[in-house]
C-alpha cells in the first residue's frame, strides 16, 4: 500500500462542541446534587434511596451519567489519536471504550431504575 | 559562565552526547546568542543557525533550560547555570543545535499562507480599514521560529497530520483578513480531528512564544467561526 499521510476527515467541531455541552451538563448537574445534599442532607440509606426514587432526579441522574460516558468517549478517542498510531490497535481500543460506555450506558439505568 | 550543550554530528557520533562549556563573558555579551558566539571563538565545531541576532528572523530557536526560546533576545543573566542548550525537541536533529524544519514548514504551507482574492488587482492596493486591519494584530508578527510548535506534545505525537500552533495562528491570520476570500475554503480544510482538533488547548506555545503572540487564543476563534458557520 502506498505510504500516504492522510488527513480530511471533515468531522471534529460536533465532538468538540459535544464535550464543552456534556461538561457543563455535569457542573450543573454536580452542583444541584451538592445542593440537595446540603439543604436536606439524607439522614440513612431509605432517605437517600428515597431521593432517587424520584422520577425527576433519576432521569438528572442519567443525564448526568450520559453526558459523562460521552464526555468520556471524546477524551478517550482525543487519547487514543494522540498516542496509538497503529489504526488497527486504535480501531480495536476505539470499540472496546465504544462497547464498555455502552454498557456502562445501560448498566446505569438498571440502577437508577431499580433502586 | 558555563553551559551544557547538546552535540551531536551524525558523520561522526553514535549518539548524541551533552558537551560542558566554561567561557569567560566580554562585558557586551548580554544576550545568550553573544555568548554562543563566544563558545565558537574556543569551538569551531559547534553548530546553530543564526542570523539577524534581533529577534526578527527567527533562525535561533533552541530549547534553553528546559523551555524553547530565542538565543539572541534571551538575556544570560537570568539563565540558572550551567545553562543547558537542546535543539527544539519534537524535530530531527541535523546537527547539534541545528533541527530539520521540513516538517514544521510542511504544515505552515498546507494551510496556504498567502491572501486567495479573485477580484482584479485594483491599481493601488486593497484598501483595509483601520478597524479590519487591526483584527491582524498579534498574528502577522509571527517570525515561523517553531517554538511553540515544538513545544506542543499534540505536534510531537502527529507532526505529520496537526497542523501545529504556529501553522494555525496563520490560518487565523488569512481568515481574519477581510481582503482573503477563502473563508470557506480555508475552514473546510481546518475542520479535521488531526489538523485542528488535536489542539488540546495546553497553552505551551502561549507560555514559550518569543513574540508574545496567542496561537490559542487564534485557535479558539477558528474554532468560534465553525461553530457560527454550523450552529
Redesign the interface.
Known sequence: MVKR?T???????????AQRVTAVVMVIFILCLVAALLISPPHDDNALKAMFSNQWVRIASFLFLVSLFWHAWVGMR?IL???I?TTGIRLTLQVLVILSLLFYTIWSVEILWNL | MRFSIYRFDPDKDEKPYMQDYDVVLEPADRMLLDALVRIKTVDDSLSLRRSCREGVCGSDGMNINGRNGLACITPVAGLKEPVELRPLPGLPVIRDLIVDMTQFFKQYHSIKPYLINNDPPPETERLQSPEERAQLDGLYECILCACCSTACPSFWWNPDKFVGPAGLLQAYRFLADSRDQATAERLDYLEDPYRLFRCHSIMNCVDVCPKDLNPTRAIGRIKDMMVKRTV
Open positions: 499521510v488527513t480530511g476527515a471533515h468531522y471534529g467541531l460536533r465532538d468538540w462542541l482525543n489519536m494522540d498516542y498510531h
